[in-house]
């Protein structure tokens, strides 16, 4: 949309007019017409008055709406600036406005007026004519496709030449791109810009044309553009550039017709600029248009004699000679009146062959005859006033006659130009007849170029196409003989002719042929139904229209392939049998003298527009070309041109409402007779009275009247065409083929259409249509089945289609004709299919197809009523007795179904299947494909399962089937569905947690021996597979067998939707009937639908919002798609394809879209559904789901009771119940709505009490579960399920108590459940609990019955108990960020229950799932194993059983804290005392269970060697229970582990942990203050990473000014510390062992298993310092004991002990020594060598004087002996470590020497060198001994050395003397 604002100039001195138009430089090609608009003051405007008496308001548009049909990067918008005509030339009129400012207007002052003057005497005197001024043009792409900023220049041009474009942003918009070609842009979305546009050009006088405008506007976008050298025109002109809105108000068609909204005819409109597409836009016209453009090019006048200078051309549009018949159909520009007889070109200033740029714009009549004519006047025009020379003076005449053969002509002409007035009776000659007596213009030659174009629905500007029109209308008005272009058209030849042209059409230009579609079918379908009468003689043209039909069609679905539904309809074609189909009703009015009645009495409308038709005003439909629709006043036809236009410009209400589009009960549309219900027929009411500008329904105003003489003949549309196809042959029957659905359509809306209009309607269907007719269609459908299971595997997209339309067709015919035919045809598919199978090679896709056919036909809107759901199951006389579709729904619901065999209702047995056709063939079709042998069937899966839901989705949403009788009848059709879900449950996705994988379904799936299991008997698959009648002969073909049912499961989605069915027909189905249903099945069957109950409440449980906005993807009830599909289903039909026919591929991407302005369909943007929803879709989605599962877990509980209900009867309840009450109880552990606790509390109740035994003696599973289901919901928030929860609770302490007179048991299970409840829920609220355990407290209190038994003292009793694990959990609560504290705080409370095994086990249990969740693998292992040494403890108490572990002992190998589990004396706890070790863990199989768990997270931990001990644990059971199996999987582990051993040996693959003491100082740690720890960490953890952790934890809990780090490792003076601030002290330690210890911790694995104890060293000086010179150097080594071994059931562990040892300067300087000796062994004797490490040693041993290197350590300890006799066996110690050193260093170079290459030669010599002088220097310090030490020395002073001191103890390896 473009808005002109306003134009300003430096000076105001006369009006400016000024012009719009687009232009695209690629095609070369104007793409819009002009748009005119004035922006001159009123003051301006003033000067015109005299030439502008009356100005009419449309010419005042100053906003036009451009449409871009194909939007391109070379679309420029070009701006013409025109002035009133003035003496002098461009250039001189231009002059002042380059110089002069308004601002120097002192300067300029007296110019000034007398320009103004000057320009006021033009205006007076020439206000007609106009001289071109100015030009500019806008790139648009620049503006369209700028993401950019508010202010910036325009890119392809600077501010010389046209100023910067300030941008004015207002709507942000978001930029969506399209790209054409490698351009970008889209001109539906941008963000709208205000343009000032400061620069002009001034046009050239001889460069006026548009091929030199097209030169300009390409060199505009070359950076040195030569326009630039130019000097412009300043001026300011403002527009604003925008996306059109959707609806404009007060908008102006092309021909100004009002479109509403229109509310004001006093506002200043906008138009609709026409558009001149610059390639075939296809699309029929849908407005009547008669429009004329008229383009002068050039005249050259330079031969012609006399004062002829300043040529206007004066153009007119003549209805005849007389210059009174002119007809004012010119429309005005700008500021004038609305319509002229003339208009004047622009003049160039003395210029004798002018140029023009021109464009006339005529609104012409409809019926043109051969007197119209353009006539083109020329004048001279006197610019001075001089004496008696008029103002104008004719120069020359020239004319076009209009019409020629009947066609109008268009196109470029060049005329001769005659210099005297024409002839009479000119006007039928063209200027080219050199006329006797008439003097032309430079000798008859061509002077004047002139161009015509016409944007017309009247004229197809076609030959092939004028031809077959008017040879329709010579056989309608039977006017012969007839002229046609040279031949002559007689009653003889016209046959031939016709033929011809029909034939010829092909010919015709595709896009012409679209524009005029709908008249094109429409004359088609006369000649086949009302064939002409020629002599007598009925010629019989049905066949050739037939043949032009099918292949006209054919070439439309070709040639526009992106036009089409998702059904691979085209769009035209659709809309044409939707709005403007209709059966040619006019009948010739029969003479006066009498004779019958036509056969439809209806009003009859005639519109003979010419010989082109009118255009149907029903036809609203995609209004692509224009939004304007069609002036209805021009139905009839108009007596005069003027009268015409007269008619025209009165009426402009045009409505653009856009109601019934696309539906098929429009009125006229294909369904809309069919309706008979009441509500109905008042809607198409309103919808006529809505569509307000639509004829009848039925008639429009297409149809013709003939001539009254002639006879007609008659035939019926559906049947000429079923004849005619039934016989085509070859390409015709391919075309037709291809197209099936368009002949389909028509031949139903035909039928229909018949019906209605002969009342046939009322009469019984098989009376309805003629035998013939219904051979014909049954002849049609056996062919086409044919040729869909004939062709499948060649061309498998038209077989689809073709599938498809079949079955639309037969939908659609169940409506028409007699249903059993219908069935018949249905069934005659199926046999066709069938016979194909056994031959197929690829039977799944031939199984698609049918699958398809089968929902379409399923689609009906009477699908119900055709199942006959309520006649009983005996089979009926007719294979499906015709019921009438206007049954209504009393009668047909009214009888109630007899008891008969139930069985049989429930399975695909032959009487169901005769019963209940459709849903017969729906079910049967689900469970072959769900039949688990079958092959290659994954993609059919989600097509069965998808109609059976989308049919019930129809029942649900359909307001005829609210009442739940009829919904119990309905269900009935869809009873064989539940045993079909309960036979594919192995197939069903899982939804329940993944880590219980379904170990519930094993049994189900072993088939039993149960002859009705497999429900599909052999006699229906034979059926389905051959004929659907009983006792049809087998076809020898079975479904192919794979041995040993592999399940193809079905996908989540599929499984979602399948269980959503099977839930509809248990909630919709009549209880009774499942009752007696159940009761006949076996346990096996039983356990099998809870299995599916269970796996259903899994299904549906409501995931929450934030699961939602996480997956968006897989909930496929998107609640407003799924509404919008239940509401196109019940419309039936033509609402229902659409939602049923998901085609397998999708066809092409984007549908009709309707409104104009989304010329710019991009294949991307429909595809992507928007992902990202907004927040009120997610808060909907969200309350669908929670509704949803409600919905589903009442349906599951209703059930339930069901079965309980029959079990009770019967003898199967102890199979049963325990199977009911585990659904129950996971349907209470799901999230819930409270409604549904509710009810399900009630029935969890109502068992308990009926089946106390159930929980209390068998099954201690059940119990548990229970506590831990009731007190979570005790927990609750919402008061109302607290309060249940709590009844439920007590209830069930108190039958445990009635019992057995104790409740030890539930008083357990409620301990344990909370423990667990507490360890492992998030989001626990312990003050709720609180007052549910306050409520339960009062009951007992109050229940009077018990008052006087120690019931309430237990019940008080057990809530301390539970209110003391609350308050630890509250702690726990506060450390919920803490993980040691957290684990510290579950190790104490386990601790606390060292004499309740049960509750220990479950809060060990606990731990390792938090350690588990932190990946501490070897801490979750750890837990486990205590908690099985705990198992193991109490099982030996309770029986020695040889091969069970006796007791922790046994566990002591795995770890030596295991033994804290060893039991409390027998006095405390007795095992065997009821409720004691009663959870599941307390038996062999528990223990075994835990093992292996413990096994697993070992492996996790890489603890391989661990492992093995598990395992010898394990083996001995597997042994003694001789499960070879499990001994198999248990050595092929072992195998495994050991294997991973021994390729890790080096054990530096794994990392198992790194350890860090931790010490605590300040009252700020509460507990922890001056406690030390030992943390275990992740291997390679980092000092600094540890203190960060640390450091940030505390300071965010304390605050980040009162943490400290103490830097260092001394010892910690607590005086010194500041009290309010916390400390923290962390040193790295490493695991610390005895030399004894070493024998034993062999590999990296001893070394880094079962630690107790660490050391870190400290260095330091007597002064004070850490570090000094060699001989001051101390060191301190600290070792720390913890209260356990690492790995433990903690990460951290207290230090219980710490020891020091202080090492003099001598002995750090052996052990240095000593570390550097021990590396260059390694380095030495490493395999594979490493030559790089080694080297790097050896140069750091004797490399050129290391800084206190070992040459420094030995001057400095050894060349003195010490004086103190203490230090003299260090002194010996240090001096044979330099032995051994510097034999290693030997040792080394020799090494070296062998791994070097001959680059390192040099190098390694050097080293040598560097070796020797070492040698040499060190050899006197190392020979010297101290006699001393060689004395005998006396025994005790050997005892002494043996003490632990700090000598003793000196190195780690044991000096050699």
Aim: some cysteine.
């Amino acid at each position: 949309m473009v808005k002109c604002l306003s134009l300003k100039f430096e000076i105001e001195i006369e009006p400016i007019f000024g012009t719009l138009a687009l232009y695209d430089v690629k095609e070369k090609k104007k793409i819009s017409e002009d748009f005119h608009f004035d922006l001159n003051s009123d003051q301006m405007k003033g000067l015109l008055r005299l030439h502008t008496p009356h100005t009419a308001i449309s010419t005042l548009a100053r906003s036009a709406i451009f449409s871009i049909t194909y939007p391109s990067a070379d679309i420029f918008l070009v701006i013409k600036l025109e002035k009133v005509l003035q003496q002098g030339d461009i250039g001189e009129s231009c002059e002042p406005y380059m110089v002069m400012k308004e601002s120097d207007s002192s300067k300029h002052k007296e110019k000034l007026e007398k320009l103004r003057l000057q320009a006021e005497t033009s205006c007076s005197r020439l206000g007609r004519y106009r001289m071109p001024f100015a030009w500019t043009a806008i790139h648009l792409v620049n503006i369209v496709s700028s993401v950019g900023g508010l202010e910036r220049s325009d890119p392809d041009s600077d501010s010389e030449r046209k100023g910067h474009g300030t941008w004015n942003e207002r709507k942000k918009k978001g930029f969506e791109r399209m790209s054409v070609g490698e351009d970008m842009c889209n001109f539906a979305t941008f963000r709208p810009a205000t343009l000032t546009v400061t620069n002009f050009f001034k046009q050239e006088g001889d460069r006026l044309s548009d091929e030199d405008l097209y030169k300009f506007l390409a060199d505009m976008r070359r950076p040195s553009s030569v326009l630039r050298r130019l000097r412009p025109v300043t001026a300011q002109l403002k527009i604003d550039i925008s996306p059109a809105p959707d609806s404009p108000h007060y908008c102006l068609s092309p021909e100004l017709l009002h479109v509403k909204p229109y509310p004001d005819l006093r506002v200043r409109p906008t138009k609709e600029v026409l558009e001149f597409p610059a390639r075939y836009v296809y699309s029929p016209h849908t407005t009547y248009r008669n429009l004329l453009y008229i383009y002068p090019q050039s005249l050259n006048f330079s031969s012609r004699q006399g004062s002829v200078r300043n040529i206007a051309v004066k153009v007119q549009f003549m209805a005849g000679e007389d210059p009174s018949l002119a007809m004012p159909v010119i429309f005005g520009k700008s500021s004038c009146a609305e319509f002229f007889t003339e208009t004047y070109s622009p003049v160039i200033y003395h210029d004798k062959s002018p140029e023009f740029y021109e464009e006339v714009k005529m609104k012409i009549p409809a019926n043109l005859t051969d007197n119209h004519h353009l006539l083109f006047t020329f004048y001279h025009i006197s610019c001075q006033p001089k004496q008696n020379t008029p103002l104008e003076t004719p120069v020359g005449y020239t004319w076009i006659p209009l019409m020629q053969h009947g066609r109008l002509r268009t196109g470029s002409f060049s005329l001769p130009v005659s210099v005297e007035k024409p002839p009479p009776s000119y006007s039928v000659l063209t200027p080219d007849v050199q006329l006797p007596g008439m003097k032309w213009v430079d000798n008859h030659k061509q002077v004047f170029n002139v161009e015509v174009t016409a944007a017309s629905s009247v004229h197809t500007q076609d030959p092939h196409l004028d031809k077959f029109f008017t040879l329709c209308y010579v056989l309608e008005e039977y006017s012969f003989p007839f002229r046609l272009k040279d031949c002559i058209i007689s009653e003889a030849n016209v046959e031939g002719e016709l033929k011809a042209s029909m034939t010829g059409l092909r010919g015709a230009l595709l896009d012409t042929c679209v524009r005029f579609l709908h008249q094109l079918l429409s004359k088609l379908i006369l000649l086949i139904v009302h064939p002409p009468v020629i002599a007598g003689q009925i010629v019989n043209l049905g066949r050739a229209a037939f043949e032009a039909m099918s292949l006209l069609v054919n070439q439309i679905h070709k040639n526009l392939e992106g036009n089409q539904d998702q059904h691979g309809r085209n769009n035209l074609l659709a809309s044409y049998i939707h709005y403007c189909f209709h059966l040619p009703t006019a009948e010739p009015a029969m003479l006066p003298t009498g004779g019958a009645t036509p056969a439809y009495e209806l009003p009859i409308q005639y519109a003979t527009l010419s010989r082109a038709t009118a255009r149907p005003s029903t036809l609203h439909l995609a209004r692509s070309k224009s939004i304007s629709n069609s002036n209805p006043d021009l139905a009839s036809t108009p007596t005069s041109p003027d009268e015409e236009v007269q008619r025209i410009i009165a009426s402009k209400g045009i409505d653009r409402s856009h109601s019934w589009v696309n539906s098929a009960y429009a009125p006229g549309g294909s369904r809309a007779v069919l309706r008979r219900n009441p509500n109905f027929t008042c809607e198409l009411k309103q919808a006529s009275d809505r569509g307000c500008n639509r004829m009848s329904a039925f008639v429009d105003s297409a149809t013709f009247c003939s001539a009254p003489t002639r006879q007609i003949a008659k035939k019926l549309l559906h049947e000429e065409l079923a004849l005619q196809w039934v016989v085509s042959t070859s390409t015709v029957r391919e075309a037709a083929l291809q197209q099936a659905w368009f002949f389909f359509q028509l031949m139903t809306k035909s039928m229909s259409h018949h019906l209605f209009l002969s009342s046939r309607i009322d009469l019984p269907r098989r009376q309805r249509f003629p035998d013939r007719f219904v051979d014909d269609i049954a002849a049609l459908v056996g062919a086409i089945s044919a040729d869909v299971a004939g062709r499948y595997h060649k061309d498998l997209e038209l077989v689809e289609r073709l599938n498809s339309s079949l079955a639309f067709f037969l939908n659609d015919l169940l409506s028409l004709m007699d249903r059993g035919f219908v069935f018949n045809l249905i069934r005659s598919y199926y046999k066709q299919i069938a016979n194909k199978f056994h031959t197929a090679q690829n039977p799944s896709s031939l199984t698609a197809l049918r699958m398809d056919f089968t929902r379409i036909v399923c689609s009906h809107e009477h699908y119900v009523t055709l199942n006959l759901p309520c006649s009983t199951l005996s089979p009926p006389a007719s294979p499906s007795p015709s019921t009438s579709s206007t049954t209504s729904q009393g009668s047909a619901f009214s009888s109630m179904h007899q008891d008969q065999g139930v069985a049989s209702m429930f399975e695909l047995s032959v009487p169901f299947r005769q019963q209940h056709f459709l849903s017969g063939l729906l079910l049967t079709e689900l469970s072959l494909i769900l039949e688990p042998d079958g092959e290659g069937v994954f993609f059919l899966h989600k097509k069965a399962i998808s109609a059976v839901h989308s049919l019930m989705c129809s029942h649900d949403a359909d307001p005829r089937y609210t009442d739940p009788q009829v919904r119990a009848h309905i269900a009935q059709l869809y009873l064989p569905l539940i045993p079909i879900v309960m036979d594919s449950l192995p197939q069903l996705h899982d939804f329940t947690d993944a880590s219980q994988a379904r170990g519930r379904h094993a049994p189900a799936m072993q088939d039993d021996g149960d002859p009705d299991n497999g429900t599909i008997s052999q006699s229906v698959a034979m059926a389905i597979a051959g004929s659907p009648l009983p006792h049809a002969k087998a076809p020898n073909f079975t479904m192919p067998t794979v041995a040993g049912r592999q399940c193809s499961s079905l996908s989540a989605e599929c499984s979602r939707t399948l269980l959503v069915s099977f839930l509809w027909v248990l909630k919709n189905a009549d209880a009774a009937l499942l009752e007696s249903w159940v009761s006949d099945l076996s346990v096996l069957q039983i356990n099998r639908l809870l299995d599916l109950l269970h796996l259903s409440v899994s299904c549906f449980e409501y995931k929450g919002k934030k699961a939602l906005e996480r997956i968006n993807s897989l909930t496929f009830k998107k609640s407003q798609d799924m509404k919008a599909r239940l509401e196109e289903a019940i419309l039936g039909t033509i609402g229902a394809r659409q939602e049923m026919v998901r085609r397998c591929r999708e066809r092409s991407p984007y549908g009709n879209e309707n409104v104009r302005w989304r010329k710019n369909v991009t294949h991307w943007r429909q595809n992507t559904d928007r992902v990202d929803k907004t927040k009120a879709e997610t808060e909907q989605e969200s309350v669908v789901d929670g509704n949803l599962a409600t919905e589903a877990s009442l349906v599951v509980l209703d059930t339930l009771e069901i079965i309980v209900k029959t079990v009770l009867v019967s003898e199967l309840k102890e199979s049963v119940l325990g199977g009911v009450l585990r659904v129950l109880l996971h349907s209470m552990a799901g999230s819930q709505s409270a409604l549904f606790l509710q009810h399900c509390f009630t029935t969890q109740r109502g068992l308990v009490f009926k089946f106390p035994e159930m929980l209390f003696e068998e099954d201690t599973e059940l119990c548990a579960d229970l506590c831990l289901r009731l007190l979570r919901h005790c927990s609750s928030s919402v008061g109302s399920v607290r309060s249940q929860a709590s009844a439920s609770l007590y209830l069930l302490m108190r039958q445990n108590f009635e019992i057995g007179n104790n409740f030890a048991r539930v008083k357990m299970q409620v301990t344990m459940s909370l423990s667990s409840l507490v360890g492992t829920s998030q989001n626990f609220n312990e003050e709720h609990l609180r007052r549910s355990l306050k409520t339960i407290l009062t009951y007992a209190e109050e229940d009077l019955e018990l008052r006087d038994s120690p019931f309430p003292e237990q019940v008080q009793d057990l809530v301390f108990n539970l209110h003391m694990i609350l308050t630890d959990t509250v702690k726990m609560k506060e450390h919920q960020q803490d993980p040691e504290m957290l684990i510290d705080l579950m190790y104490r409370i386990a601790k606390g229950y060292q004499n309740s095994p049960d509750l220990r086990l479950t809060w060990l249990q606990n731990m390792a799932g938090k350690h588990s969740e932190r990946g501490n693998h070897a801490e979750a292992a750890h837990c486990l194993v205590h908690s099985a040494a705990l198992v193991a403890e109490y099982l030996n108490m309770l029986e020695d059983c040889r091969y069970l572990p006796i007791g922790c002992v046994t566990f002591q190998h795995i770890s030596s804290n295991v033994l804290e589990e060893s039991a409390v004396s027998d006095d405390i706890l007795s095992p065997e005392e009821e409720g004691i070790c009663a959870g599941k863990y307390f038996s062999e199989v528990g223990l075994v269970g835990l093992l292996e768990q413990a096994a697993t997270s070992f492996h996790m931990a890489s603890m391989y060697e661990a492992i093995n001990e598990v395992y010898k644990i394990l083996l001995p059971v597997h042994e003694a229970n001789r499960d070879f199996k499990k001994l198999a999987t248990v050595h092929g582990k072992l195998q495994d582990t050991f294997n991973k051993i021994y390729n890790q040996s080096s054990g530096w693959e794994r990392m198992f942990g790194t350890y860090f003491r931790v010490g605590f100082y300040g009252c700020r740690f509460g507990d922890l203050d001056e406690q030390e720890f030992v943390y275990k960490e992740p291997s390679i953890t980092k000092l600094a990473e540890i203190s960060y952790r640390l450091e940030e934890f505390y300071a965010e809990r304390f605050g980040d000014d009162v943490v400290e780090i103490i830097k260092d490792s001394n010892h910690v003076d607590k005086n010194k510390l500041d009290p309010n601030k916390a400390y923290l002290q962390i040193t790295y330690v490493e695991p610390f062992f005895d030399t004894y210890e070493l024998k034993e911790r062999i590999t990296y694995f001893d070394k880094n298993y079962n630690l107790r104890t660490f050391m870190y060293c400290t260095p330091f000086t007597l002064d004070g310092r850490a570090h000094g010179d060699l001989h001051e150097q101390y060191k301190r080594k600290s070792i720390l004991t913890t209260s356990h071994a690492f790995p433990y059931i903690k990460t951290r562990i207290n230090v219980i002990h710490k020891e020091e040892i202080i090492l003099v300067p001598m002995e750090v300087a052996i052990e240095d020594m000593q570390k550097k000796t021990q590396e260059l062994a390694f380095a030495t004797h490493q395999e594979p060598a490493d030559a790089k490490m080694l080297q790097m040693v050896l140069q750091g041993s004797v490399g050129t004087t290391v800084n206190q290197g070992p040459l420094e350590v030995a001057q400095v300890f050894l060349s003195d002996i010490p004086d103190d006799p203490k230090l003299y066996r260090h002194h010996n110690k240090l001096r044979l470590c330099f032995k051994d050193f510097t034999k290693r260093c030997e040792d080394a170079l020799r090494k070296n020497k062998t791994l070097i290459g001959p680059d390192q030669k040099e190098y390694h010599k050097e080293m040598e060198r560097n070796y020797n002088k070492l040698k040499e220097s060190l050899g006197p310090l190392i020979t010297r001994k101290i006699p001393q030490l060689y004395r005998t020395l006396p025994a005790a002073g050997l005892q002494s050395a043996t003490q632990r001191n700090s000598f003793s103890r000196s190195s780690l390896r044991r000096g050699d003397c």
